[in-house]
């Protein structure tokens, strides 16, 4: 068989071979207008992280890490052990590992709860006979992303009281899941929850998804004594929105990683991390660890200042600020007003700001008779473009 060195002198004599070669110097393409051409419409994000509205954006230094990967072969399983231990270390736990966002390490730290790193159990699941089959959870932290550990074919036990747990808690019982920002609608808190695992020896698992904030968060659930923790990449931590973070105990990592992607017979192995979004959420971890995070408030509550400004002279016009205890910790503006006197309402504000150019979108609100605001993923610039907007709108009305 040719040698590799046969195969590198036989194709330095085809000169030919030459053209089809991309030139390292060559002149970058024209940057296309793909939205344009899609009709599909930007807009300033003044409503927050969500998932439908495509979340946070990344940085140029996460944007030239997933290059760099883009432009080289690596054995994925090694890139995933190198990364993981890196993160690890810079959070202060045991192990981790880069997911399919939170979701997927919903999926993937479940599984990992019923198999261990048992083969023929990972080659079964979700068929879960002769396997622990219950996840505990309280009534008042069921959710819609509980599905994602419902796909491994468990049965959802759902407890109120520290006494429930107790009663519950069995030979059958497989993991307890925690929904982070219900933490004080439960009658068991966080580290009630994490003592009742330790008690029993049942893996506990913490969904802190959007909870990156304070920056704190992101070492203290482990080090509580949660087994499992996962945190969205996409959100506040503004690396790629199809990637997350689970983090916790080593057996249970390797566990989770034998689950998913590459390994073809497993769970979740539709659930693909590629190098680039591995290489992309390392960076993106980085740089939020040494962002000056007194600094980025600061600079988020002057952008609140700037739209209460553009408003705070007409009648009935009050507005408040808001920061949510736990889940999206940062400053929500709330507008309110007398429709009867200013002669629009929130419904319609909302919706002219969407269809306006540019096209604005305020954060999802129930309550028809407010307008809510987020600040935190406005570009520079942007706050003053929708306090324009806003007196534009009234001024009009």
């Not at 927050?48 to 890490?65: D, K, Q, R």
């Not at 979700?126 to 932290?141: A, C, F, R, T, W």
């Not at 996409?234 to 390797?254: F, H, M, N, T, Y």
């Not at 605001?373 to 001024?395: C, D, H, N, S």
């Amino acid at each position: 068989m040719p040698g590799r060195r046969t195969f590198l002198q036989t194709l330095s004599t085809l000169p030919v071979l030459g053209n089809l070669m991309p030139k390292a110097a060559a002149a970058p393409l024209p940057q296309r207008d793909f939205f344009k051409e899609l009709a599909v419409v930007p807009f300033i994000n003044a409503a927050g992280t969500y998932t439908a509205l495509t979340a946070s954006l990344m940085s140029p230094e996460v944007m030239s890490a997933m290059q760099y990967a883009s432009r080289r072969f690596v054995n994925l399983i090694s890139l995933q052990d190198a990364v993981g231990a890196r993160i690890a270390q810079m959070l202060e736990c045991e192990a981790a590992v880069v997911t399919s966002g939170a979701a997927g390490a919903l999926t993937i730290g479940t599984a990992a709860c019923i198999t261990g790193k048992d083969q023929a159990r990972i080659l079964r699941i979700p068929d879960l006979q002769g396997m622990k089959n219950e996840v505990l959870i309280q009534k008042s932290h069921r959710y819609g992303y509980d599905h994602a550990v419902r796909t491994c074919g468990v049965r959802m036990v759902e407890i109120e009281t520290a006494d429930d747990f107790e009663k519950a808690a069995g030979p059958q019982t497989a993991m307890a899941l925690f929904f982070n920002d219900n933490n004080t609608k439960g009658r068991i808190d966080d580290a009630g929850w994490v003592a009742l695992g330790k008690k029993h020896g049942i893996p506990t698992f913490n969904d802190a998804s959007a909870d990156a904030l304070p920056v704190s968060n992101l070492k203290k659930y482990t080090k509580m004594g949660f087994d499992l923790v996962t945190f969205s990449g996409g959100k506040g931590l503004c690396g790629p929105q199809s990637a997350g973070l689970l983090l916790g105990r080593k057996d249970l990592i390797e566990a989770a990683r034998l689950n998913t992607s590459p390994y073809s017979d497993s769970i979740a192995r539709g659930q693909k991390v590629n190098k680039e979004e591995i290489l992309g959420m390392m960076v993106a971890l980085e740089l939020y660890l040494n962002r000056d995070h007194d600094a980025t408030w600061k600079e988020w509550e002057r952008r609140v200042a700037v739209l209460t400004g553009a408003v705070k002279n007409l009648k009935t016009m009050t507005s408040e600020v808001k920061v949510p205890e736990i889940a999206n910790h940062t400053p929500h503006l709330y507008l309110r007003w007398d429709p009867a006197v200013l002669k629009i309402d929130p419904v319609q504000v909302r919706a002219k700001l969407f269809e306006g150019t540019p096209s604005i979108q305020v954060t999802p609100s129930s309550n028809k008779q407010e307008l809510v605001f987020t600040v935190w993923m406005l570009q520079p610039g942007e706050a003053e473009i929708v306090a324009g907007r806003l007196k534009e709108l009234f001024r009009g009305a």
